[in-house]
């Protein structure tokens, strides 16, 4: 059931990417890497490269973990959606097929140092 | 000479009858549906609405006079708590925090809660359901006054709590508990009472009176101590109202079962939400802690939450779905949110801290399975940036979860080391989650959740991401408000004015 209600009832989506001038949100999260409380929120125009996501936005924010410094970004493993998956670097996120609202998920895999305390 | 004659004083029993059952009539132009309409489409099927009790057999008249008492002592109290400097009795001023936090998110549920009883004490058609419906209703607001008023002595002299209006409709970690009470004001009347008077006020009060009263107890807040007496009182009658309803429904015909546990469900998850920044007072905020977030569970959520359900077993009751999930967060969640509370400290109407080594050791001895092995590195990371003068901010603004609006900081149940990704697609839209707990209730009423209005995301559609004006928008002070407590003005007053009134200098 859609909704409990008295008679037909028709909800209007808050986050349509039409409502953010021209930009789309993007969610970026590094597994094992939980010094980031929550996957990143990022609002780009959907013709930025995804290199670009990754070189700018994405690169700056991680500095701050131990292991951002050895990410060699050619190896890592991707996820959309829950769903391994491989990047075009050069291309745009429209032309990757990075919906408004998707969630990107990246490993590094020997690269833990704040994952636990073994 | 006519005899003056002395009118009989009625009986307890029937000046109830006559201030409660008598006030309710058959209507005679309309129909009995015209004039309920709302009590019906839920689904829930009652056959006498004079099974419901109510057991307090409180009349109006009597409400008030005991109403009235309470508030001369809470305000003789409170005056007495403002002229002699109460707020200096504070064991540490970071207490503080755990009030402001209590003043954004919770004290305008109090209000919530009335406007939504006013509004089912009209729907509901049971005579004696409409009077307890209405005493809820005042109580509510009078519980909203008499926190904001108890709190606003502090507000004189510390930072933070002086736009909490603005900050309950508009920053983010308060979304958690505004959406929990919007949730329920748009629910039918049945749906609320379950929302409300059951899981709120049953299943989960205790566990957000002890960290708040005891922990005002604890240290030294005789402000809202006072309030928390005031209030308890009511709540007894409050919890019993809740548990009344649902054994009301359960009894009235077997088909409300179905939605009844589906309620029960939805609502003991959202409640458990709202928990987690209960969790992070607990555990983090209170400079002299009452006990750990674990064992307020144990005596709270395991013994008592487990005694009612087995009670309502007999209905066909099983404990709510998401109870597994909740006892595996249990040990995690506390840790989980104050690691973003810090990381995201510009943006919080509250100030928060790396924990000392002290608090450290404590967390270790109370999380002995959690602690050292996952939360530990990262804080003594923070630490070390902190030392090197680049303390930690996460400028990246977080993923919200379209149902409990809490940024997604959880892990899988079975991985503590692995954030919990939970996505699903509703007529071509994605929306994100943070826990099969919250997309399960997405999806029972996408139609509702949809229209969310997630304070991140709005940020970039209606300020195009502009932090500043953001915090003008809010009433948040930049540099005032917000960041770490060590180097804040509420620091450095509290220790002035302590020392002025302890020392000679």
């Given at each position: 059931?859609?909704?409990?209600?008295?008679?037909?009832?028709?909800?209007?989506?808050?986050?349509?990417?039409?409502?953010?001038?021209?930009?789309?949100?993007?969610?970026?999260?590094?597994?094992?890497?939980?010094?980031?409380?929550?996957?990143?929120?990022?609002?780009?125009?959907?013709?930025?490269?995804?290199?670009?996501?990754?070189?700018?936005?994405?690169?700056?924010?991680?500095?701050?973990?131990?292991?951002?410094?050895?990410?060699?970004?050619?190896?890592?493993?991707?996820?959309?959606?829950?769903?391994?998956?491989?990047?075009?670097?050069?291309?745009?996120?429209?032309?990757?097929?990075?919906?408004?609202?998707?969630?990107?998920?990246?490993?590094?895999?020997?690269?833990?140092?704040?994952?636990?305390?073994? | 000479?006519?005899?003056?004659?002395?009118?009989?004083?009625?009986?307890?029993?029937?000046?109830?009858?006559?201030?409660?059952?008598?006030?309710?009539?058959?209507?005679?132009?309309?129909?009995?549906?015209?004039?309920?309409?709302?009590?019906?489409?839920?689904?829930?099927?009652?056959?006498?609405?004079?099974?419901?009790?109510?057991?307090?057999?409180?009349?109006?008249?009597?409400?008030?006079?005991?109403?009235?008492?309470?508030?001369?002592?809470?305000?003789?109290?409170?005056?007495?708590?403002?002229?002699?400097?109460?707020?200096?009795?504070?064991?540490?001023?970071?207490?503080?925090?755990?009030?402001?936090?209590?003043?954004?998110?919770?004290?305008?549920?109090?209000?919530?809660?009335?406007?939504?009883?006013?509004?089912?004490?009209?729907?509901?058609?049971?005579?004696?359901?409409?009077?307890?419906?209405?005493?809820?209703?005042?109580?509510?607001?009078?519980?909203?006054?008499?926190?904001?008023?108890?709190?606003?002595?502090?507000?004189?002299?510390?930072?933070?709590?002086?736009?909490?209006?603005?900050?309950?409709?508009?920053?983010?970690?308060?979304?958690?508990?505004?959406?929990?009470?919007?949730?329920?004001?748009?629910?039918?009347?049945?749906?609320?009472?379950?929302?409300?008077?059951?899981?709120?006020?049953?299943?989960?009060?205790?566990?957000?009176?002890?960290?708040?009263?005891?922990?005002?107890?604890?240290?030294?807040?005789?402000?809202?101590?006072?309030?928390?007496?005031?209030?308890?009182?009511?709540?007894?009658?409050?919890?019993?109202?809740?548990?009344?309803?649902?054994?009301?429904?359960?009894?009235?015909?077997?088909?409300?079962?179905?939605?009844?546990?589906?309620?029960?469900?939805?609502?003991?998850w959202r409640g458990f939400r709202v928990l987690g920044l209960v969790s992070t007072m607990m555990d983090y905020m209170l400079p002299k802690r009452v006990m750990s977030w674990r064992e307020a569970w144990e005596i709270y959520g395991v013994e008592n939450g487990g005694a009612l359900f087995r009670d309502l077993a007999r209905y066909g009751i099983r404990p709510p779905k998401g109870w597994d999930d909740a006892e595996k967060a249990i040990d995690h969640m506390s840790h989980q949110i104050m690691l973003g509370l810090y990381q995201w400290s510009f943006g919080?109407?509250?100030?928060?801290?790396?924990?000392?080594?002290?608090?450290?050791?404590?967390?270790?001895?109370?999380?002995?399975?959690?602690?050292?092995?996952?939360?530990?590195?990262?804080?003594?990371?923070?630490?070390?940036?902190?030392?090197?003068?680049?303390?930690?901010?996460?400028?990246?603004?977080?993923?919200?979860?379209?149902?409990?609006?809490?940024?997604?900081?959880?892990?899988?149940?079975?991985?503590?080391?692995?954030?919990?990704?939970?996505?699903?697609?509703?007529?071509?839209?994605?929306?994100?989650?943070?826990?099969?707990?919250?997309?399960?209730?997405?999806?029972?009423?996408?139609?509702?959740?949809?229209?969310?209005?997630?304070?991140?995301?709005?940020?970039?559609?209606?300020?195009?991401?502009?932090?500043?004006?953001?915090?003008?928008?809010?009433?948040?002070?930049?540099?005032?408000?917000?960041?770490?407590?060590?180097?804040?003005?509420?620091?450095?007053?509290?220790?002035?004015?302590?020392?002025?009134?302890?020392?000679?200098?």
């Amino acid at each position: 059931m859609p909704v409990v209600s008295l008679k037909e009832y028709v909800g209007v989506p808050r986050d349509l990417v039409l409502n953010f001038n021209g930009k789309q949100l993007v969610y970026v999260s590094w597994d094992n890497h939980l010094l980031f409380a929550a996957p990143f929120l990022l609002c780009l125009p959907p013709e930025t490269r995804f290199g670009e996501l990754v070189d700018g936005p994405l690169a700056a924010l991680v500095q701050p973990d131990p292991d951002a410094a050895a990410i060699d970004w050619t190896q890592v493993e991707w996820l959309k959606s829950n769903e391994p998956w491989t990047p075009d670097f050069s291309r745009s996120l429209a032309d990757n097929g990075i919906g408004h609202k998707d969630q990107l998920r990246f490993r590094t895999p020997g690269l833990d140092t704040l994952r636990d305390a073994a | 000479m006519d005899m003056k004659a002395t009118k009989k004083k009625l009986g307890m029993k029937e000046r109830y009858r006559i201030l409660t059952r008598d006030l309710g009539w058959e209507p005679g132009y309309q129909s009995r549906e015209a004039v309920f309409p709302y009590v019906r489409y839920e689904g829930i099927k009652v056959h006498d609405w004079d099974k419901w009790e109510d057991p307090f057999r409180l009349t109006m008249d009597a409400y008030w006079k005991y109403q009235a008492e309470k508030e001369r002592k809470f305000y003789a109290i409170i005056d007495a708590h403002a002229q002699n400097n109460g707020h200096l009795n504070l064991t540490d001023a970071r207490y503080l925090s755990a009030l402001k936090i209590f003043l954004q998110a919770i004290s305008p549920g109090e209000y919530a809660a009335h406007k939504g009883f006013a509004r089912i004490g009209r729907e509901f058609p049971g005579v004696g359901t409409q009077v307890a419906c209405q005493m809820q209703a005042i109580d509510e607001i009078r519980h909203a006054q008499t926190q904001i008023h108890a709190m606003s002595n502090y507000n004189r002299y510390y930072d933070g709590f002086h736009a909490f209006a603005d900050a309950r409709d508009r920053i983010w970690y308060t979304s958690v508990a505004r959406s929990f009470f919007d949730d329920a004001m748009a629910a039918g009347p049945f749906e609320f009472m379950i929302a409300i008077g059951f899981s709120f006020e049953y299943v989960l009060t205790n566990l957000l009176f002890v960290p708040f009263m005891s922990g005002a107890a604890y240290n030294g807040d005789m402000a809202t101590v006072t309030f928390g007496f005031s209030a308890q009182s009511d709540e007894a009658r409050h919890m019993t109202l809740g548990l009344e309803c649902i054994k009301f429904m359960l009894e009235q015909d077997p088909d409300n079962l179905p939605i009844v546990q589906g309620w029960i469900d939805k609502w003991f998850w959202r409640g458990f939400r709202v928990l987690g920044l209960v969790s992070t007072m607990m555990d983090y905020m209170l400079p002299k802690r009452v006990m750990s977030w674990r064992e307020a569970w144990e005596i709270y959520g395991v013994e008592n939450g487990g005694a009612l359900f087995r009670d309502l077993a007999r209905y066909g009751i099983r404990p709510p779905k998401g109870w597994d999930d909740a006892e595996k967060a249990i040990d995690h969640m506390s840790h989980q949110i104050m690691l973003g509370l810090y990381q995201w400290s510009f943006g919080t109407c509250f100030h928060s801290w790396i924990p000392s080594d002290d608090d450290m050791a404590w967390l270790a001895k109370k999380y002995p399975d959690t602690f050292d092995k996952y939360y530990r590195p990262r804080w003594e990371h923070i630490k070390k940036l902190d030392a090197a003068g680049t303390p930690y901010k996460n400028f990246g603004l977080a993923k919200l979860c379209q149902c409990c609006q809490l940024p997604a900081v959880f892990t899988e149940p079975d991985d503590p080391t692995l954030n919990c990704h939970r996505e699903t697609v509703y007529k071509g839209e994605k929306y994100q989650f943070c826990s099969d707990g919250c997309k399960d209730i997405f999806e029972n009423e996408p139609e509702k959740y949809i229209q969310a209005w997630l304070p991140m995301p709005a940020l970039f559609q209606e300020l195009n991401g502009d932090i500043g004006a953001w915090m003008d928008w809010v009433g948040l002070k930049d540099g005032v408000d917000n960041g770490d407590y060590d180097g804040s003005r509420d620091q450095k007053h509290f220790t002035e004015w302590r020392g002025q009134a302890t020392s000679n200098l």
